[in-house]
């Protein structure tokens, strides 16, 4: 049985990865969002007060401009993000995040020090088992150019683009194995 502060030390470990400071490069973001697995990073200073939110999207247009990736966070990031009060309504937040099709939402006290955050997964993956299997055929499409993730994808093809330690394609058939069950290949 795991008790409550196990749980809470796991949920502060989890937030220290998704930190950072806006006078990292960009290149260090992208460095940490690859590491941790994570395409939302929550700028705060030396005292966490939330500055901003850098996302992948953010990263991809910047890079677009053709700016440089030495440049500070802060340059890059999104100055006035969407964060959430400590007693927020799940539901509602549920329909902000499907909305601003958001990754996570930090949670901030009336100080807008960072003390939590919301990530997509908790509120819609995490217990949403399903109840009936289904047999139906399943194709992965893993085609494209992949021109709005050049440069990388001239050294790499989107589906071995790695997410966390593990290659995209890998992810997907794992989710699809796990939310399957008797499954097989061909």
């Known amino acids: 049985m795991v ?9 502060i470990e ?4 998704v930190l950072i400071k806006p006078t990292h490069t960009i290149k260090q973001a992208l460095k ?9 990073l929550l700028v ?11 996302t992948d999207g953010d990263v991809r247009r910047w890079m677009l401009k053709g700016k440089s990736l030495a440049q500070h966070v802060s340059y890059a990031m999104n100055a006035k993000p969407i964060s959430l ?9 549920k329909l902000l995040m499907v909305k601003k099709k958001l990754e996570c939402l930090p949670v901030v006290d009336e100080h807008k020090h960072v003390i939590s955050a919301v990530w997509w997964v908790d509120l819609f993956e995490k217990g949403s088992k399903q109840t009936k299997k289904l047999n139906i055929p399943v194709v992965i499409m893993a085609g494209g150019e992949g021109s ?3 440069p990388f994808t001239k050294i790499l093809p989107k589906p071995l683009m790695p997410i966390g330690e ?21």
């Open 3 to 11: 008790t409550e502060p196990i749980l809470e030390n796991a949920m």
């Open 14 to 17: 989890q937030l220290k990865k």
């Open 32 to 40: 940490q969002m690859d590491a941790m697995g994570e395409k939302t």
């Open 44 to 54: 705060v200073d030396d005292q966490s007060t939330l500055l901003g939110t850098l």
């Open 85 to 93: 009060k400590q007693d927020f309504d799940k539901e509602a937040v």
């Open 148 to 150: 709005r993730l050049a």
């Open 166 to 186: 593990k290659p995209i394609i890998e992810v997907i058939i794992g989710r699809f194995i796990r939310n399957c069950g008797d499954c097989f290949f061909i």
